[in-house]
């Protein structure tokens, strides 16, 4: 099974907080630095999980593109796309308990344009894309073009609707109008996001609860126990991975691997 994903590839500075914010003042905490972004995560689960995985956007020239490419090639995933000006950079704030907030510089993955996809690219049997590249030109209408690619190859195209404050600051009504275009097959949301955008195609509609578990397509599974949560960041995109790949047990065993370990990504990469 090849899963292509089309997107960011972030760097992550991940600040997991020891205490309440000081304003002001110094908070204790352990900072990690790690490759993320919402397309990049689900392909590096992806590969993990025994597919082939291909991950397709714009990324920075600059020294963190090169780092964050290395560490995504480690997994064995295949990166496709122009490499130019500065690559995006998130900063993941992660309370106590897990819970995460995040300060996004998407950098030069919104300048993706659909001139510089080759159709080649999206031979593949499911085409996951990121909903950030919904947000802006000119990357959405490069998002655009690789799923008519895809579907002329007969692949499955989902999407995740990424984040409900995202949605809201770049204007509600072009990603909805986005969405309708893509026609996905499955869409991939979180229940803030899910009430913001509605179920506005008709689709697979998988809709995330964090610690409640999730519903696949009207279906209610309870989350996984695990021992301790360490962060959540990147569980949504192991889920999706996990469910592209192997349906809804794998989806919810993947996400568990997920917030047992700092990071969006899988917690080491192959030697």
């Known amino acids: 099974m090849l899963v292509c994903t089309l997107g960011d590839l972030t760097l992550d500075v991940v600040v997991r907080l020891t205490g309440p914010v000081a304003p002001g003042g110094d908070t204790e905490a352990s900072i990690s630095i790690c490759p993320g972004g919402q397309a990049a995560n689900v392909a590096a689960w992806a590969a993990v999980l025994g597919a082939r995985a291909r991950f397709v956007g714009q990324t920075g020239a600059d020294d963190a593109g090169a780092l964050v490419r290395e560490r995504l090639n480690r997994f064995g995933v295949e990166i496709l796309g122009p490499v130019v000006g500065r690559n995006g950079s998130i900063c993941s704030l992660v309370s106590p308990e897990g819970e995460r907030s995040m300060a996004a510089d998407r950098g030069t993955a919104r300048d993706l344009s659909a001139e510089t ?80 955008v509605g179920r506005v ?58 917030v047992g370990h700092v990071g969006a990504m899988p917690v080491a990469s192959p030697q």
């Open 117 to 196: 996809l080759a159709p080649e690219w999206f031979r593949c049997d499911h085409l996951h894309v990121s909903g950030y590249a919904l947000m802006a030109e000119p990357v959405r209408s490069a998002a655009l073009r690789a799923v008519e690619h895809a579907r002329g190859h007969g692949a499955r195209v989902s999407i995740d609707l990424a984040s409900w404050s995202a949605i809201r600051d770049s204007g509600l009504d072009a990603f909805v109008a986005s969405v309708r275009a893509v026609r996905p097959d499955v869409v991939f949301a979180n229940e803030d996001e899910d009430r913001i």
């Open 201 to 258: 195609v008709e689709a697979t509609w998988i809709l995330k609860r964090g610690p409640r578990g999730c519903c696949f397509d009207g279906k209610e599974w309870e989350a996984l126990a695990v021992s301790s949560v360490v962060d959540t960041t990147g569980a949504g995109d192991a889920l999706a991975a996990g469910w592209i790949v192997g349906g809804p047990r794998l989806a919810l065993e993947t996400a568990a691997r997920c």
